[in-house]
């Protein structure tokens, strides 16, 4: 599969898995919403809040992926694989806003107790929070897995978004069940824990997309699997600079190699081109490869 079938089949898997996740949040969003007020539960209206801004965020998932796809122009000649890392950071703000605002209303409840007495919430939204929890764990890791294959930050944030979900699925039923045991203050206490888990999250979600965004270097098992594969290449003494950076999703290398001094120009660049080539075989999320040829005698020089 060349580059352009990669980004082709690459959008059109992240787009199915975002619009099964719009699918499963718009269901459980007014489930949860119905379940919250009729059940008498702030919590569960809180994770419905929270599964409603799963919604918009997946929307974001799908734009920046069909975006950061598109290829390089004038005005853009590196492509534009950063936007899905906008993306990622639009999700994270999204998210930490919404955990802040299930959290103030925790509080604001806690804190107004004694003159809106708090309410014991029915089995309704007990039933609807164990629902949630194993729906938003299994898109979870359906989600997580196509992230991990497809290498995309933007549907690796959306996989944390259903965690999220779960997690405040989890502290929901927790704060419910409380509430019906005679701990009425447990229900609101959770929405505060679910925002506190949603922040978690967002944070996350933030750190990751950052380090995207300036140009952190591959792991060190990556670039030594690059360094094996450039040394097998015929012709090439000795590495003397292997520089990687992540650009979005896609990763750049520079290689700087030394070779015999009495090489023709035709055969080092023969050289070069065997080296890329097989830098951007083995290693598919390689953007772009550029080789710098020296002179074995010379390879301890300082440039």
Request: include cysteine.
């Amino acid at each position: 599969m060349d580059k352009k079938e990669f980004t082709q089949e690459r959008k059109r898997i992240a787009t199915r898995v975002s619009l099964y996740s719009i699918i499963v949040n718009v269901a459980l969003s007014v489930g949860k919403l119905a379940a919250g007020i009729l059940g008498h539960s702030a919590a569960m209206v809180s994770d419905a809040i929270h599964s409603a801004s799963d919604v918009f965020a997946t929307f974001i998932v799908i734009i920046g992926i069909r975006v950061s796809a598109r290829k390089s122009d004038d005005e853009h000649e590196y492509g534009h694989e950063r936007l899905e890392c906008v993306a990622s950071l639009i999700l994270a703000t999204l998210l930490a806003l919404t955990g802040l605002a299930i959290g103030s209303s925790g509080v604001e409840q806690i804190l107004h107790r004694d003159t809106v007495p708090l309410q014991v919430p029915t089995l309704l939204p007990l039933a609807a929070a164990i629902v949630s929890i194993l729906l938003k764990e299994g898109m979870y890791w359906y989600t997580r897995h196509y992230a991990i294959a497809l290498k995309s930050d933007a549907l690796m944030a959306d996989a944390w978004h259903h965690r999220s979900d779960a997690l405040s699925s989890i502290g929901s039923l927790a704060g419910i069940a409380g509430a019906r045991m005679g701990y009425p203050i447990l229900d609101p206490l959770a929405s505060i824990v679910i925002c506190l888990m949603i922040l978690f999250a967002a944070y996350e979600i933030f750190k990751g997309a950052i380090d995207k965004m300036v140009d952190r270097s591959c792991p060190d098992e990556v670039e030594a699997r690059m360094r094996a594969v450039i040394q097998e290449v015929d012709g090439v003494d000795h590495i003397d600079l292997l520089r990687t950076r992540l650009f979005g999703n896609r990763i750049y290398v520079d290689v700087e190699i030394s070779a015999d001094d009495n090489l023709t120009l035709l055969e080092s660049h023969h050289i070069a081109e065997r080296i890329h080539q097989q830098i951007e075989r083995n290693f598919p999320d390689v953007k772009h490869c550029m080789v710098h040829m020296n002179p074995l005698s010379e390879w301890k020089h300082d440039f």
